[in-house]
């Protein structure tokens, strides 16, 4: 996600604003081809349960999702119009539908598969973890019926399944004409982007440039000659990836004029993007994340020497919206589908207890609607490495009954978002923390543990810089040194998501929103509701936070203090604790007889720290004297 994309607005109380916050924009036509997308929900079904300022416009659940679907495709067919219902993966990983079970999203995901979708595909988020994807390939793909078995693709994807046998995951492509074989010929393909993270759940992901070379893509795919290509996949549709232009010159090369529509996620931004050739007849659209963007794209078929006529919209999950454009009034609006899998949703999150209170934050922790500093009380980050971490997790020594001296350093990837005044229930605790990390420590004298600190804060970057990462870290021999994303890394899940109720109480706001920028700007602006611009821009917190105990202050520097990390970051801090040792010594060799020399650190120096992972710190923080009673 990337700052240039969209911000969150807040309008202000003036003639002006108050003319356009809130409004929407004119009522969504059919089309002849009309297409509604999800991306990213990561068991978001429920929609947005918070009062907050944003999410008490956001009041739409997967439900009125389908709804609007069934009435928008029953209106498209009876005009001789067609309409397409597609989702680009990572539904599980990010909320309690998913995260409360074993295996995780396993009964959430075979709920969400029934809605009426025409393509779904799976997100890495679905193939990175053995349990997952093998709950996806036994309990799901290979339970669908036949005539629902093509509407999961996974066309680049191979899982190796019980008997070490490898197989396809899903169908690879579905070939399928609309309206019961009266309407138009469709070539549907699913897939997913290189990770070499799947490897140990047992799951390949064959290259694009492999997939596109495939018999089956060269004669099942492009050589029926269909009216439309359908792409559904989870990878980003932005200019860095190119592997959607590689499946789409592939098809350019047979088809020259043949509409191509792509659906990408991935990102979490929303995001448009046309400009893959000079024909005019392709688009491509990124529909946000968490149920906060439903995308619709639609266009009027030309003759094949002209460009085609695109609208694309980015709708806020909104009942109202839905039924405004749908033409459908609030009685007649909620199908059988819809309710029946709410009903199944709402029991599955009963089951689970995802309403339990565990207590009340007494304030909001405020996460990315202003710039982060180390001196923020009301910051998310600085409440858990100053409040949450050190009162629940620590080692404590055996003479004093008291915490080590520690200094502690954490990655923003641990934590997803805000945390609200109020109740704070056991959904909260997967949304906020869903990635249960152990913490391990390492003794380090003094002067080196803030000598880390320092490279660390100086190397990552500015605390705009969200996306910054030191999977590389330092490398022997060299004078620069750097820190660098993992290609593997996903920018944080909770980029842009809310804004705080504390700035939102100091403004008259009436409808605070994302406003976005895409680079399909010849088809005017894409959100579907007008939010005031310019607003309040997103700040991204910075990638790696710390913060020491007070004990610390009084230490000698060669004072031996516990220096406390999360488990996963361990080999990359080592590299970084190393080079600071190495650049000490040789300091001390050349220019100060007097310091110490001091010896590397091997993996198994490090030890675990506490008993308490990230994710349950912030349930025992809650049920603690700390938090109110609700």
């Known amino acids: 996600m990337r700052s240039s994309h969209f911000v969150l607005s807040l309008a202000l109380a003036s003639k002006t604003t108050l003319a356009l916050a809130g409004q929407t924009r004119p009522k969504i036509e059919l089309q002849d081809v009309n297409f509604v997308h999800t991306s990213d929900i990561h068991s978001w079904y429920r929609g947005h349960q918070k009062a907050d300022a944003v999410s008490r416009y956001w009041d739409a659940n997967i439900g009125d999702v389908a709804s609007f679907v069934h009435h928008m495709k029953q209106k498209a067919e009876r005009q001789g119009q067609d309409l397409f219902f597609v989702n680009s993966g990572d539904d599980t990983h990010g909320g309690g539908l998913s995260d409360s079970e074993d295996p995780e999203g396993g009964k959430a995901l075979a709920i969400h598969v029934t809605l009426p979708y025409d393509v779904i595909t799976p997100g890495n988020h679905e193939l990175e973890n053995r349990v997952v994807a093998r709950n996806l390939y036994y309990n799901i793909t290979s339970r669908l019926s036949d005539s629902e078995k093509t509407k999961y693709l996974a066309s680049n994807v191979y899982f190796t399944d019980d008997t070490g046998e490898e197989v396809l995951l899903a169908e690879r492509y579905k070939i399928w004409t609309t309206r019961g074989g009266e309407g138009r010929k469709v070539a549907a393909l699913g897939v997913s982007f290189e990770n070499k993270k799947t490897a140990s759940a047992g799951v390949r992901i064959q290259p694009i440039e492999k997939m596109v070379e495939e018999e089956w893509f060269s004669k099942d795919v492009l050589g029926v000659n269909p009216d439309i290509f359908l792409l559904v996949g989870h990878m980003s549709i932005s200019d860095e990836d190119n592997k959607w232009s590689v499946i789409h010159d592939a098809i350019r090369k047979r088809h020259p004029a043949t509409p191509i529509f792509i659906f990408g996620g991935h990102s979490h931004r929303r995001d448009c993007r046309m400009a893959f050739d000079a024909v005019g007849r392709s688009i491509a659209i990124e529909s946000g994340r968490y149920l906060e963007t439903v995308g619709w794209v639609s266009a009027a078929l030309t003759e094949p020497s002209k460009p085609l006529k695109f609208v694309r919209r980015y709708l806020d999950p909104s009942k109202d919206t839905f039924q405004r454009h749908s033409g459908i009034d609030k009685k007649s ?298």
């Open 333 to 630: 609006f909620d199908t059988e589908t819809a309710k029946d899998v709410m009903s199944r949703f709402n029991e599955l999150a009963k089951q689970r207890g995802l309403d339990e209170v565990y207590g009340c934050a007494p304030r909001t922790y405020n996460w990315d609607h202003e710039k982060y500093s180390t001196h923020a009380k009301d910051h998310v980050l600085n409440f858990y490495i100053n409040e949450v971490f050190p009162e629940i997790v620590n080692t404590k020594n055996n003479t004093t009954g008291e915490p080590n001296p520690y200094f502690l350093l954490v990655n923003n990837g641990f934590m997803r978002g805000p945390i609200y005044q109020g109740k704070f229930t056991k959904d909260d605790k997967f949304v906020n923390t869903p990635y249960k990390q152990q913490f391990s420590f390492v003794q380090l004298p003094r002067l080196i543990a803030e000598r880390v600190l320092e490279m660390i804060d100086h190397l990552q970057g500015t605390a705009d810089d969200a996306v910054t990462d030191f999977g590389t870290a330092y490398r022997s021999g060299g004078d620069q040194t750097a820190l660098r994303m993992e290609g593997s890394e996903e920018t944080p899940l909770t980029l842009g998501r809310y804004l705080s109720n504390e700035i939102v109480g100091k403004l008259t706001v009436t409808s605070p929103g994302y406003v976005t920028t895409d680079r399909c700007e010849e088809l005017g602006p894409g959100d579907d509701t007008v939010h005031t611009s310019p607003g309040l821009k997103i700040q991204y917190p910075p990638t790696y936070v710390h913060s020491r105990s007070p004990s610390t202050q009084t230490l000698g520097k060669y004072n031996l203090v516990d220096f406390v990390i999360l488990h996963r970051l361990q080999d990359r801090v080592q590299a970084v604790i190393n080079a600071a040792i190495k650049m000490h010594n040789e300091f001390c060799d050349e220019k100060w007889r007097l310091c110490q020399p001091i010896a590397s650190i091997e993996k198994d120096a490090w030890k675990p720290y506490g008993t308490v992972d990230s994710s349950d710190a912030i349930v025992k923080y809650a049920q603690s004297e700390s938090y109110l009673n609700c």
